[in-house]
């Protein structure tokens, strides 16, 4: 399994914070965004990620549109993580872009620690070095 980098995207500061500070501490490298619009931008700009950690409620550019943007620009995306407070959210996990899903999984906030980690190693083994 590869190793590589998880990006957080969230508009609360206190979860982008909390969910970085779990990753990184369990060996993962982490960037964070506090919205879609700045995601993409970190994506565009030739940031590499395995995993992104995506909110769907957030201003500017909601993780909804993000999903959407990737699946229709990207062969290779990376695998999508919704994070959402709406236990509605969970339907995101149905929906297709082209032959994918919109998401790889739906995590519903809040999220554990455990929950989250485990999560994550099913797309990206944690990176030793980094832990270190």
């Not at 490298?29 to 950690?53: D, K, M, Q």
């Not at 229709?72 to 509605?88: D, F, G, K, R």
Request: one cysteine or more; charged letters at 25%; a negative charge.
């Amino acid at each position: 399994m590869k190793t590589g980098n998880v990006l957080v995207v969230d508009d609360d500061p206190d979860i982008r914070e909390t969910t970085r500070l779990v990753l990184e501490y369990t060996g993962y490298r982490v960037s964070t965004a506090a919205n879609g619009a700045e995601a993409l931008e970190r994506l565009r700009g030739g940031a590499a990620h395995c995993v992104i950690l995506l909110d769907l409620m957030m201003p500017v550019m909601d993780g909804w549109a993000v999903a959407r943007t990737l699946r229709e620009e990207a062969s290779s995306c990376p695998a999508i993580i919704a994070v959402t407070a709406n236990s509605l959210g969970v339907d995101a996990g149905r929906q297709v872009v082209g032959e994918r899903p919109l998401f790889d999984e739906v995590l519903v906030k809040p999220v554990s620690p455990g929950e989250l980690v485990r999560t994550v190693r099913a797309y990206v083994a944690p990176d030793e070095a980094a832990a270190s």
